[in-house]
């Protein structure tokens, strides 16, 4: 299993060293072949390289199985045009890669539901998909740009039905294999694009007759969320809307800190936590690796089928939270341990090795 790790700028080197210390004992203790490749990205890239996606780093990405990412963005490069910030490096590092499909859970956890901002009667029981599409729309629309004289900028909303059909089958049989319900978000009673997107989510929809659908506008899907997340199995959703949305979902659990996400469909797949940067805490040890380490649960999973070794990770994070031990964005309430980031990655490797040792007993006995 190759491995390509970007840590990227601000808290994503912590995170991500917290992931690949999680990743390599539970391989270890699968028996799992795995190699591990660092690269540099975003800011981090721009100083060393000049460049937010150095040549180097895209052909060790390409020649990798996987690739998990920390964070892009560095306040020092706001100054700076769009095209030399270290976020190109990330819309660039997206399209190289070739994945369109999005995929971020959101789900309640029961040790932290008094951590959400939602109540629980409100909140408990919430497990949903967000299935953003990622390669469209807005972010990559041609023409964009703003005027000689400042005074007017413009930006192209741009589907084809190929795209929407590709990311809407793998919504689709996500759904088909969890609780069989998918919500379609669009805003078809003002947009052309919208209009086609609702129209092909309807032809899939034929290949996949045991999935009940429905189309929700975006603005209506955002109030859903916050009154009635319990009401959404699977969400599928262009790609300005995915990402507004999929942030709103992530903060329901308590803390951004706490996702993780994937991006499929292409040459290779591309994992991340969902939060970002965060400029204003990085050094200082207090950053929540779980999104990170969530994410190299999801690789194993969805990229090389190790579905034994995903599970023992996850189970590995809940039995911490369950333990009470907490890192300061998901602090604050009942009788807590207030742990570093490196802290939290031990412990939830160390549980993580006792999933996977009481997992081998179970499956002996």
Not at 39 to 56: C, I, N, Q, R, T
Not at 267 to 274: I, K, S, T
Request: with cysteine.
């Amino acid at each position: 299993m190759k491995v390509v790790i970007l840590p990227g700028d601000g808290v994503g080197p912590e995170v991500v060293n917290e992931a690949a210390k999680v990743l390599r004992v539970v391989c270890d203790t699968h028996s799992l072949p795995l190699s591990v490749e660092y690269a540099s990205v975003g800011g981090a890239a721009l100083k060393d390289a000049g460049s937010p996606l150095p040549a180097e780093t895209s052909e060790a990405c390409l020649a990798a199985d996987a690739v998990i990412l920390g964070a892009v963005g560095d306040p020092e490069f706001d100054h700076v045009l769009p095209e030399h910030r270290p976020e190109s490096g990330l819309l660039a590092l997206r399209k190289l890669l070739g994945g369109f499909a999005n995929l971020r859970p959101s789900r309640a956890v029961p040790a932290l539901l008094s951590s959400s901002p939602l109540r629980r009667e409100i909140f408990e029981g919430t497990d949903l998909l967000i299935v953003r599409e990622l390669l469209g729309g807005l972010y990559f629309g041609e023409p964009r740009g703003i005027r000689d004289d400042g005074n007017e900028a413009f930006n192209t909303m741009t589907y084809t039905r190929d795209e929407i059909r590709r990311v809407a089958r793998i919504a689709f049989k996500a759904a088909a294999g969890r609780r069989q319900r998918l919500t379609s978000v669009d805003k078809a009673n003002v947009l052309e694009t919208s209009r086609l997107w609702r129209e092909t989510v309807d032809d899939v929809a034929a290949e996949f007759p045991g999935v009940e659908v429905e189309h929700l506008y975006v603005d209506a899907c955002a109030m859903h969320l916050v009154t009635d997340p319990r009401r959404f199995d699977v969400l599928l959703t262009e790609n300005m809307f995915g990402d507004i949305l999929s942030d709103e979902a992530a903060v329901l659990t308590g803390s951004l800190g706490m996702l993780a996400s994937a991006t499929i469909g292409g040459r290779v797949d591309l994992y991340e936590p969902v939060h970002g940067s965060a400029p204003d805490i990085a050094g200082l040890g207090v950053a929540n690796p779980i999104g990170a380490i969530a994410s190299a649960a999801m690789m194993l999973r969805e990229t090389f089928g190790q579905t034994a070794a995903a599970d023992c990770i996850e189970m590995g994070i809940e039995r911490a939270l369950d333990e009470g031990f907490r890192t300061r964005d998901i602090s604050g309430v009942g009788n807590e341990t207030l742990v570093s980031t490196s802290e939290m990655g031990d412990l939830v490797a160390e549980r993580s090795i006792e999933m996977s040792n009481l997992s081998f007993a179970y499956y002996a006995v």
